[in-house]
DNA sequence: CACCTGACTTTACGTAGTAAGTCTAGGATG
DNA sequence: CATCCTAGACTTACTACGTAAAGTCAGGTG
């Protein structure tokens, strides 16, 4: 490796970004510390992504925000298995709508769970990525065939979204660490205490809620007062 | 105001903290800026804060997260008109399970959306504040009121949270700024193009969604499949 | 009056992002 | 072949940040 080709790209850089931020949580995430990681100063960087450290962090983003790329690559947590399904699956076969929902719901929280430390990133950035336009189209074309009217079609995906998004943050969440002086679950918590012993198991109280929420979307409406 | 009594406290850091984060965003937020603010040095801070910034950022969390106090003082937008209700309400009557929900959804959605460059903070703190189990509280009365079984009331509180936090970050990723090479409208995505004339009032979609929700929460279960 | 304590200040250090400059290899040009 | 150019990688240097540690000082207490 010559002196001034080590072989930088910016797939090659997120993905090492990637691996510091599951590791290490995002905070860790230094110039310096990714150059060392790819065998590289700091400042080479900069010519990937020349507007800095703000432009890698879209470019995490965009990367996490599209399940067919953060679900394949950098997670090398078991070995490869040898796949059931060969190659790439020659004919989909066209689902229902609802279950097509319901696979890209899955796949985009999964997606978001395993890189759950880059999800401050994602806050204040504009979903304007192709993935995020795929995925758009994906929900509008769903509801459309469930036979939503056109003009409730963008409030029942962005409903959609909200719901998947939130979730990963709640379970982010409730399993973060401790506060310093947690709040005591006393008698001022009464309905709290009597359930707390019900443990829960997030997979599946996502996909009840999940259910829940296409249900109520696809389902007649009911006028409700303005609060 | 003699030289060792700049009449700091937690709650007034806090909200000047907070003033910073909505007025130039939470990466603007340094210790020396909000000692400025208050007309102290940096580390008078640490005295009330000895953990640093990070408690700092928790005690923030906690602030936001109580939408009786985020939506009451900082925000001095518009002049304090005369409230019709002259003080606290004598006897607030009970309300119906589904309006005290509904109620919990907006005050804590529009306590978040005042705030929103504070988001990043909540992402990986647990909710384990007074204000935090005072929701969960309401929630899970208000769930048993409707006649969830119980062990299914902790999967719909989890999911009611998950849609309001889901909505706010819709809503404010959807107003960020641009990325810097935004992706294109074009063929590829039919569907969009064809309902992208209508315009989003996110507050409509809010309860809109928020109604699907609650509805498909309460309504008699269907089972589906693993996916 | 001496002393203490709590509230803020001063000084200083290590690390961060990154602007600006330097260096090297390899191709283009004569 | 000698020279120059250029893109990419590296170095230096600057500013700003969080915060440890020590200092200062008013007011209360004995």
């Not at 990637?18 to 990681?37: F, H, P, Y």
């Not at 005591?184 to 012993?197: E, I, K, N, Q, Y």
């Not at 996502?206 to 609060?227: I, K, M, N, S, Y």
Request: glycine share 6%; hydrophobic share 40%; net charge negative.
């Amino acid at each position: 490796m010559s002196r001034n080709n080590a072989g930088l790209s910016r797939e090659r850089i997120v993905a090492e970004a990637l691996r510091i931020i599951d590791g290490m949580g995002l905070r860790s995430l230094t110039m310096r510390r990714l150059g060392d990681a790819l065998n590289v100063e700091a400042m080479a960087i900069y010519h990937h992504f020349p507007l800095g450290k703000e432009q890698l962090y879209s470019a995490i983003v965009e990367y996490i925000s599209d399940p067919a790329r953060a679900l394949a690559s950098p997670a090398a947590e078991t070995a490869p298995e040898d796949e059931a399904t060969p190659e790439t699956d020659p004919e989909p076969e066209p689902r229902p709508w609802d279950q097509r929902l319901r696979d890209w719901a899955c796949d985009y929280r999964a997606a978001l769970l395993r890189h759950s430390g880059a999800l401050p990133l994602m806050i204040h950035r504009r979903p304007d990525t192709v993935a995020a336009l795929r995925a758009t189209e994906l929900h509008y074309a769903a509801f459309t065939e469930a036979g939503l009217p056109p003009e409730e079609v963008p409030g029942a995906a962005a409903a959609l979204t909200s719901y998947v998004l939130g979730a990963v943050i709640h379970q982010v969440r409730s399993e973060g660490l401790p506060s310093s002086d947690p709040a005591v679950l006393d008698g001022r918590f009464p309905t709290v205490m009597a359930l707390s012993s019900i443990d829960v198991d997030h997979d599946r109280v996502f996909r009840t809620g999940l259910d829940a929420l296409l249900a109520g979307l696809t389902a007649p409406r009911v006028q409700h007062g303005e609060r």
